[in-house]
C-alpha cells in the first residue's frame, strides 16, 4: 500500500510492523516525533508492547540492554547530544551482544547548541561496535529498520539506522507500507540463544579477565579479548548477512538490490562524488547538471557505515580518476571520517594497481547550513579539474 | 505483624555459594546471603560495578544461584525496569526484579535512574547496600559517607559534609516500601523483604554495610560496629509502610528503653573516624539526642 508520511512516522511504522516488545526513548528534537508514535501506538492498543518513557537517554538504552537480555526485541531512537549521552551504553550494547535496533535521526552536537541537521552524532559512535546504515528517502528508512531486526537478531549486535533530520525526518514522501504478513514472513519472532531467567541462572557481562580461564567443568573459556575479536570478527561477517537479508527482503517485497552502496550514473564515470544519507540525492542533480557540460560523474551513496564494506568499495571505485567525498561531519584534527575509511579501503585493495583514485574531501551543511545544489555542483566540478585544497575544504563556509 | 523469622527458621537453601571474592568479615556479604534467601529462587538480579561484582565472581564462575544482569554504573534501576517490562510482556510477573547497589551507585551516579524508576512506579526491589564509601575503587567519599570520615580523597580532615539522606529522598516519592536495615541484623533485613514482596511499585531497602577496610578496624568486630550504630541510635532500623514511618527491631526496643549508648563508642571503634574531635563528637551526640526526643514525642 503506497502512504505519504514524515520519515519519522515511516520508521514507527517500521517498528510496529517489526512487532517490537520493548520501547524506551528520551524526547530530543529531531526524534520526537518518531518516538511520540510509538507512544501513540502503544497507548491506543494498535501495538502491542511497553512504552517506557524513560528519564535519560542512558536509561532509554539500559531499558533496551535489560529488556533484550531478557530476551524482548527492542527499540529506542534519539539524536545528537541525546546520542552521546548514551555513550557508555552504546559500548556496552554490542560488548553484551545484544540485537538492539535505534534510529538515528541525525542532527548536529552541542556546543554550541545547535538543533539542524548534520551527521557528527552517530559518525562519533562509528568506532562502538555497532552496524550502522544511512538512509536516503523514506522507503530506505522503513525497509532498513525491517532489515535490521532481521540483521541484528542474526548476528547478535545491535544497529543504528541513520536518517537525516528534518530533510527525512520531518518531510513527507510517498512510500510503499510493507504488508503486515509479508513482514512476519521475512522477520521470524527473536528468539535469543539466552534470557535471563530463574530456572537457567548466569551471570552476564560479569568481570571478564585479560586471560583465558577455566569454568567449574574444565572447559576453558574466553577471556575479554576473545571476546572482543569475536564481536570484531562476526560485525564483518554481517556484511555477508547483509547480502543474505538483501535477497531475502527482495524475494518476500520484491525490490532491493546492493544493500551496501547506491551508485548513480557510476558506471563511465571518471569522478565519483561519495556521501552518506540524503546528500547523495542532492548530488544526483549536481551529476546530470555536470553530465550536460560533458563532465563524466557520477555519484555513489554508500548504505552500510559500518562494518564498512571496504572491499565492495574498492572495486566500485577501481579506475576511476577521482572520489569527491561530501560529509556532514569530521573527525576533528583531520578529515571526514569517510573520507579516512575509503582512502584506507583504496589503498589496500588497489596500490600499486594503477587504478588508484585519488580523493577530495568537502564538508557540508554542518549544524544545518544550507546546501545549495549550485554550491555543491561547482565545488563538484572544480574537484574534477584538479586538487581544490589538501585539507579538507567547507563548501558555504564564510570565514 | 509478620512472624519474626529468627536462625531456627531461617531457610536453609543458599543462593550464595561459599568462599566469594569479598573481604574477610564484609557486611555485605551477610546482607546479601540473607537477602537472596528472602527473594527466593524466582528472582533476576541487577547489579553495577562495585564490591557486589567483585563478590559475585570473575568469569567464567559465578558464587550466586540466581541469574544476573551486571550493568553500567548510572543505570542499575533503568536496567531493572527494562527487564521487568519484558516479564511482562512474557507473562512472568511472578518473577522479583531486584536490584543490588552500592550506596555510590545509588546516592551519586545512580540517583537519577533509581528516581526515574521510583516515578514511574516500577514494581522492583531496589537494594542500596551502604558501606559509606566508594569501596571497589579504594575507599573514596561518596553521598553516603558521614561527616568526619576519613577516606582516601578525605585524607586529612575527614569528609565535611553531611551523610545524605537517601531513605528520606526515596520516601519523597511516596513510595509503597522504604527500609532501613543493617548487615547486623539480618533477620530484620529478611522479615522486611518477605513484607514488602507484594506491595505495588518500587520498593527501597537501604541497608547499613560494615566495611573492615574501609571503615578501618579488626574484621571480627564488624557485627559489634554494626549494631553500635544501631545502639548509639547514630543509625536507626525502621520502615515506611506507605507513609507510615515505624522504628523496627533494635531501634525499636531502644524506644523502649529511653537508653543511647554513647556514640563516641561507635566512633572510637573505627579509624576512619580518627580526625573527629571530642567537640564534634558531642554536637553529633546533641543531634542524635534531638532526632530520638523527636520519635519519644511521636510515641508519646
Ligand atoms: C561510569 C563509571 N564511573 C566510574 C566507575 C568506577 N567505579 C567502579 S566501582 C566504583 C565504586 C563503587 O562504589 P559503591 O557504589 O559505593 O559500591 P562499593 O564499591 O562501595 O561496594 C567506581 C567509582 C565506573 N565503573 N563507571
Ligand atoms: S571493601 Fe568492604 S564492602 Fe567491599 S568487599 Fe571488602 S569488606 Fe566488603
Redesign the interface.
Known sequence: MHIIEDGNTTAALGVKLCRA??I?AYPITPQTPLTERLSEYVESGKM???Y?????E???????????????R?FTATSANGLLYMH??VQ?ASGARLPIVMCVVNRAVGAPWNVWNDQQDSISQRDTGWMQIYCADHQQIIDTVIKAYWLAEKASIPIMVCYDGYILSHTTMPFDLPDQEKVDEFLPPFQPDY????D??????????PDV?I??KG?L?HGYMEIRCLLQEELRTTLQLASEAEKRFAGIFGRGGNPYLEPYRCDDADYVAVGLGSITYQLRVCVDALRKEGIKVGVMGVRYYRPFPDAVIADALKGKKGIIVFEKALSYGYEGALTSDLKSALYEHLAGTGALPSVQNFIVGIGGREIHTRDLTENFRAATQGRVSREPSWIGLKL | MQVKTNILNLPTQEFVHPGTRACTGCGLSIAYRVGLKALGKDTILVVPPSCLTVLQGLFPVASTKLPCLNVTFASTAAAATGILATLKTQGKEHITVAAWAGDGGTSDIGLQALSGAAERGDNFIYFCYDNEGYMNTGVQRSGTTPIGAITANTPFKGKLQQKKDVPAIMAAHHLSYVAACSAAYPLDLYDKIKSCMNLPGTKYFHIHIPCPPGWGYDPRYGIKIGRLAVETGYYDLYEIVHGKFRLTAASEKLMEKRKLVPVRDYFRAQSRFRMLTDQKIEEIQRQIDAKWAGYYKKDE
Not at chain 1, 52 to 56: A, K, L, M
Not at chain 1, 58 to 71: E, K, N, P, T
Open positions: 516488545n520493548v524506551a502491542k508492547a511497553e517506557i518513557p524513560v528519564e535519560s542512558h536509561s532509554a538504552l539500559a531499558v533496551c540492554i535489560a529488556a533484550s537480555s531478557a530476551g524482548a527492542v557508555e551504553q556496552w534470557a535471563l531467567n530463574p537457567e541462572p548466569a551471570n552476564l557481562n560479569t568481570v571478564t579477565l580461564r569454568d567449574t572447559q573459556a
